[in-house]
């Protein structure tokens, strides 16, 4: 079954430092999403992603973060200059797949822990 | 307004026995409510969801009820297993533009053998 990929599972770095969260969404998909849940707390939606621009962005999705799909495969989230409070798990998810009415239906990945020190 | 508020927080059952999971919602414009199941490590899968044109829709175990008029719907699990101990969060979005999922705060349910 087809699955959206997140790398790494796991990235610690120091405060003030850019990390790159990298994405696969599931093949022919079209929307695709970034949300974020810190330990304990609910998911949270950052960034929506379509035909090369965003849809959409929240409160938390300040000028420290981007987004790109640099390659038509994979989706990418940046973040410029690290905080602690950025510390969280980070979901990839993408929907909507060619002739296909089901735009709502997301598909997570497993996530990227981030721990900034 | 784009809140969904999902009770209770935690819930212990038997196995065998019933999980009945809350959520409310205040946005009229939400027409699309899945519920995601995410066991530790993993990140949150579809379970199920409902459009508010039906009031009710079951697979296999698991069941959804829709109240529009209350804007709450619940999730009920029937027969809960071991393996169905988990987080559980109910979502909410609405068509057009991003159709961002507003989640649930979780309930983490546990099912003794």
């Known amino acids: 079954e087809p699955e959206v990929t997140q790398t790494p599972s796991h990235q610690v770095t120091q405060m003030g430092q850019e990390v790159i969260l990298r994405c696969v969404p599931i093949?022919?998909?079209?929307?695709f999403y970034w949300y974020r849940q810190i330990l304990g707390q609910k998911v949270e939606f950052l960034v929506s992603?379509?035909?090369?621009?965003?849809?959409?962005k929240s409160e938390i999705f300040d000028d420290q973060f981007s987004v790109e799909r640099p390659d038509g495969s994979n989706f990418t989230l940046k973040i410029r200059s690290t905080k602690l409070e950025d510390s969280a798990m980070y979901f990839c998810?993408?929907?909507?797949?060619?002739?296909?009415?089901?735009?709502?239906?997301?598909?997570f990945g497993a996530g990227t822990r981030l721990s900034v020190l | 307004q784009q809140q969904v508020k999902q009770s209770p927080q935690s819930l212990i059952v038997q196995k065998g026995g019933i999980s009945i999971i809350n959520c409310a919602y205040e946005?009229?414009?939400?027409?699309?409510f899945p519920w995601y199941q995410q066991f530790p490590g993993k990140g949150p899968a579809l379970l199920i969801a409902?459009?508010?044109?039906?009031s009710e829709k079951k697979e296999g175990r698991f069941t959804i009820s829709f109240n529009k008029s209350a804007k709450q719907f619940s999730l009920h699990i029937m027969d809960s297993q071991p393996g169905d101990s988990a987080t559980y969060f109910c979502?909410?979005?609405?068509?057009?533009?991003?159709?961002?999922?507003?989640f649930g705060k979780g309930m983490k349910l546990t099912v003794n053998p």
């Open positions: 409902i459009r508010p044109d039906v």
């Open positions: 998810a993408s929907s909507g797949r060619l002739g296909r009415l089901a735009k709502n239906i997301q598909y």
């Open positions: 946005n009229t414009a939400f027409d699309y």
């Open positions: 992603f379509y035909n090369n621009e965003i849809s959409e």
């Open positions: 979502a909410a979005s609405r068509q057009g533009g991003s159709e961002k999922l507003v």
């Open positions: 093949s022919n998909h079209l929307y």
